[in-house]
């Protein structure tokens, strides 16, 4: 059933495609496929489930290379496939007012969304590999065409991004797959594969920069902030909300599960770090202060939710770093909290606020008065701000505590540098919600009055409030499918020797 | 010796001998035609003569499969090479139906004569184990190639293209007869299995080492790998685009065929090595050399065309660099990739040939900048043309990206001990990374580019059309389930009866 959620979104795509479908109906049959996505997700949900791997399909694709089409499900898998449904209704919602090439624009996001789904529910690594390629491509076109600021520039900084991070991976799991026999890509027989020390010492880091690099890994993150702010709102939702997130899914589900003796020791020391696991962590809390700085100091406000997404996907791979089960937790949970929170944010920014301004510019807006001619604007942004940098009460502190508590066993350095990046998030979204909103500089200069807030805003505002609320307040919802898929013999190998 | 009865060869033959037929049929017919009917009807009439011959032939392969090996090896049928003829002859009609539409000459009957006549040239070709034999069929392909490339006798560029492609392959047809010779003068035979018993020993054989470098660049040309790759852009930019499709698709897949098969079974016990750090003397690292060099230089010096046709050919050099790789590790299962490999990127650069001719006749250029919007003016030729570029790159589900996985995995398997050959893979990955570059700039234009002037949809004749959307929806559903060519590939041709 759930496998559905990858063909719905194609078929959606496959009909947009079609010459006879009218413009007008694009963005409800876009609508309607995020929907049936979403609900088949919520059913799955309904369902009793221990979050253990579940297999949705079973099928034997290419029998002479070992290649199966095998979809499963876990309970990381179902929390960011839901996750995925519910930004994908959002972001349709947040782009109601598309005009241009409409029919392209919903063909190539459903594409996206089915990719994306794709991978999450991939348990062949082949699959998994094909699914995440396919979510490339039309990222590209959705900046490249529909974007703003330096939009052809970005979109290829990010495609080129992705691709050399699809190549690094695709070199190990060839690798992986020729020494393990070449008999099979399936990820639960590779996970109980002992694959030789030495080879792991240099696929773990391989494949983890590459799936990294997707999920904002310092210091290859520089396509995410040109990217979001190229591309138009729901894209920009997509890329922060799920896409990223498809990198982070890599590195737990690919790399760590493959290659667990990676993360041993070297066996000697350089700058103090002894482990790859000491080296990403570093990077990782390198991100979480570089990309809160970063957002500190921009002028657009765009700019600033681009960093901050750095910097939040920072706490993520921390999380997986602590290679315990509450930070492993708390790292899923805050992919599922950023997603939400991050594409909130966007649609703030760029659908109600930009795409009525047309400026993103914090002095500019500081001269608006936003928050009396957008009260609902500025109502979203202030709950979205708090809920990110981790109000409690909203999903994002109930993440980024339990990533605090794994870190702190872990490395209590590292988790200094994240608190201060923590409190760098409040100085920054605090500036940016003042300027942009609640600043009385300058006269009331509202010669025309802005467009209200539309319904189908509203709603997709709502839905993602809700969606971090519910979480936030009732984590079990979650932490009940996770917490067992994080027990599951899919994790043996990094449970011996380094779960504590 | 064996004594084969005359009628029996005829009946082994008669695939061939239908692709000739139908030759002399066109060129009868549209000596009929030629001063009553306009160029448009005898194009048409010559296509369809030309295409129901290739599928006649393909009818009678698939019919009556043989098994035989005649006069010592000098011609050979199997369920192998009736597979790698059956393929040829697709890519031929598809060829042929492309030049539907074309106008380019009045020799219409010569034209698609000689299009069959290197067609059953590279039949031959595949089918021999005699390198008398081979050099034969190889001088009737490429001579056939050579007049092809020259039928636009209006256009300098296409004069000049079929001289650089004669004069580098004249000289290029040389090297391979000398590296020929010097196999004969070391066997005393001319058959690949008996030169391979003769020149077995470990320590190379200086001659032997001679004969390797020749015979690699005497075939690097056919299959265009660097370093004898200069023939390559002028000719797919001056040749009229069915030739240069032909030249590109057919062509290439006969040359990778034949290459394969006179390395492995001639220089068997001279492969040497190319493990990293452990190169030993043999074929092996001249070809991996070659192959390196062709993935490195095609796809770098790709990125600064402005032509998408010298593009496409750079893209060529590319990818015939990373078909070497099945050289390189010759096993069972990479002869299998390599013709996965080459037959579905032979499939996809007939498209993008197609696609380009029709772009060069409707907007008068086939400059990176003439394909500006064209998304907005042939929607469907855009599709296809966009499934063929991500083809090319490496994309899934399109058949592009399992052939290059199949071939690389197939290349790592290759070693004895874990991945020998890493480092050719590496670069492989690598480079077709870069590739992806210069084949979304392409699709930039299509589809994001605004068109400079008008910007009235282009006429796309619906014969094109139709063979075009066929191409692509091939290369998808090969992409989407390469189990259907693979099992095709490991049963009897039977399989389909």
């Not at chain 1, 901050?308 to 315990?324: A, P, Q, R």
């Not at chain 2, 083809?391 to 199949?406: D, M, Q, V």
Request: aromatic fraction near 12%; glycine fraction near 8%.
């Amino acid at each position: 059933m759930l496998a559905w959620t990858i063909y719905i979104s194609f078929l959606g795509a496959l009909a947009l495609m079609l010459p006879k479908v009218p413009a007008r109906a694009a963005r409800g049959i876009a609508l309607l496929a995020a929907i049936t996505g979403f609900a088949i997700t919520v059913s799955a949900f309904l369902r009793p489930a221990n979050g253990v791997m579940t297999t949705i399909l079973h099928r034997s694709w290419v029998p002479s290379l070992g290649i199966e089409y095998y979809l499963a499900a876990d309970g990381i898998s179902l929390v960011l496939v839901l996750l995925t449904g519910i930004v994908a209704i959002a972001g349709v919602l947040f782009s109601w007012n598309i005009e241009q090439r409409s029919k392209e624009f919903f063909a190539l996001y459903l594409a996206l969304i089915g990719g994306v789904y794709g991978v999450f529910l991939s348990a062949d690594l082949f699959l998994l590999f094909v699914f995440y390629e396919i979510a490339i491509i039309p990222k590209y076109f959705l900046i490249a065409i529909w974007g703003s600021t330096q939009r052809e520039y970005a979109a290829m900084k990010l495609v080129l991004y992705s691709l050399v991070g699809s190549a690094m991976v695709l070199i190990v799991l060839i690798a992986a797959y020729v020494i393990a026999g070449a008999k099979t890509m399936n990820l639960l027989t590779l996970s109980q594969f002992r694959f030789p020390l030495h080879f792991q010492m240099w696929a773990f880091p391989l494949m983890f920069v590459g799936f990294g690099i997707l999920a904002g890994l310092w210091p290859f993150h520089t396509w995410a902030p040109t990217g979001h702010v190229a591309a138009p709102t729901a894209a920009s939702m997509l890329l922060a909300g799920v896409v990223m997130k498809l990198g982070a899914y890599g590195c737990l589900r690919v790399a760590m599960v493959l290659f667990p003796h990676g993360l041993d020791p070297w066996g000697f020391t350089v700058l103090g770090l002894a482990s790859w696991r000491d080296l990403f962590s570093l990077l990782a809390v390198i991100g979480i202060v570089y990309g809160a700085l970063v957002a500190l100091v921009q002028q657009d406000f765009k700019f600033v939710v681009g960093y901050s997404s750095v910097s939040h996907m920072g706490f993520v791979l921390l999380g997986l770093m602590t290679l315990s089960r509450i930070g492993l937790t708390g790292a899923v949970l805050q992919m599922f909290s950023h997603g939400v929170l991050a594409a909130l944010l966007f649609a703030v920014v760029g659908r109600m606020v930009y795409d009525r301004t047309h400026t993103r510019d914090l002095t500019a807006l500081s001269r608006m008065h936003l928050s009396k001619a957008l009260p609902f604007a500025a109502v979203t942004f202030v709950l979205a701000a708090i809920a990110s940098i981790g109000m409690p009460g909203f999903s994002g502190f109930v993440a980024e505590l339990q990533i605090l508590i794994g870190a702190w066993s872990a490395f209590p350095i590292y988790v200094v540098g994240a608190g201060i990046g923590i409190v760098i998030s409040v100085a920054y979204a605090w500036r940016a919600m003042q300027k942009a909103f609640f600043s009385d500089a300058g006269p009331e200069s509202t010669t025309t009055p802005l467009a209200r807030i539309s319904m189908p805003e509203r709603l997709g505002a709502a839905m993602l409030i809700i969606a971090s609320l519910t979480v936030g307040l009732y984590p079990q919802l979650l932490l009940n499918l996770v917490i067992p898929a994080l027990n599951s013999p899919l994790f043996d190998g990094l449970r011996k020797g380094h779960w504590q | 010796m064996s004594t084969v009865s005359y009628t029996a060869l005829l009946h082994l033959l008669l695939p061939e001998v239908i692709v000739i037929a139908a030759a002399l049929v066109v060129l009868a017919a549209d000596l009929l035609i030629s001063r009553t009917a306009p160029t448009r009807v005898r194009f048409i009439t010559a296509a369809i003569i030309s295409a129901i011959g290739c599928i006649g032939a393909v009818t009678e392969i698939v019919r009556s499969p043989q098994q035989a090996n005649v006069f010592n090896g000098t011609f050979v049928v199997s369920s192998e090479t009736s597979l790698v003829q059956i393929a040829l002859l697709i890519l031929t009609v598809l060829v042929v139906i492309l030049s539907i539409e074309s106008s380019f000459t009045s020799h219409v009957g010569e034209y698609f004569a000689v299009t069959l006549f290197a067609t059953t040239g590279m039949m031959l070709l595949v089918s021999s184990e005699n390198i008398l034999l081979i050099f034969l069929s190889l001088e009737l392909l490429s001579l056939s190639l050579y007049v092809l490339a020259a039928f636009n006798k209006r256009s300098s560029h296409s004069a000049e293209a079929a001289l650089k492609y004669f004069l580098f392959g004249g000289m290029s047809a040389a090297f391979l007869l000398f590296g020929l010779s010097l196999l004969y003068g070391l066997s005393n035979s001319t058959n690949l299995l008996q030169i391979a018993h003769a020149i077995k020993s470990p320590p190379l054989d200086p001659l032997l080492a001679v004969a390797i470098v020749m015979i690699v660049l005497g075939l690097g040309f056919k299959v265009a790998a660097v370093p004898f790759h200069f023939w390559a852009p002028d000719v797919y930019e001056g040749a009229p685009a069915n030739s240069a499709a032909l030249i590109a698709s057919g062509a290439k897949v006969a040359g990778f065929v034949i290459f394969y098969q006179l390395m492995i079974t001639a220089f068997a016990g001279a492969e040497g090595s190319a493990d990293w750090k452990n190169f030993t003397p043999g074929w092996v690292p001249v070809v991996a050399i070659v192959a390196a060099l062709s993935m490195v230089l095609g796809n770098l010096v790709a990125i600064t065309q402005t032509s998408v046709r010298r593009l496409l050919a750079y893209s060529a050099i590319a990818h015939a660099g990373y078909t070497l790789l099945a050289l390189v590790s010759h096993t069972e299962q990479s002869f299998v990739a390599l013709l996965y490999y080459a037959i579905t990127y032979a499939l996809t650069l007939i498209g993008a040939f197609g696609v380009v001719s029709i772009v060069e006749e409707q907007v008068g250029g086939e400059k990176l900048s003439d394909f500006a919007g064209l998304s907005s003016r042939a929607p469907v030729l855009s599709i296809c043309m966009l499934i063929f570029m991500l083809s090319l790159g490496g994309i899934p589900p399109l058949a592009g990206f399992f052939g290059k996985f199949f071939l690389f995995a197939s290349t790592l398997s290759a070693g004895q001990h874990s991945p020998d050959l890493l480092w050719l893979v590496v670069l492989a990955i690598a480079m077709s990374t870069v590739s992806l570059y210069y084949y979304m700039q392409v699709l930039k234009r299509i589809y994001i580019v605004k068109p400079s002037s008008e910007a009235d949809p282009i006429h796309v004749p619906i014969v094109s059309q139709l063979a075009l959307c066929a191409i692509a929806l091939s290369i998808l559903l090969l992409g989407c389930a390469p189990n259907l060519f693979l099992v095709w590939l490991h049963q009897p041709i039977l399989f389909w009866l």
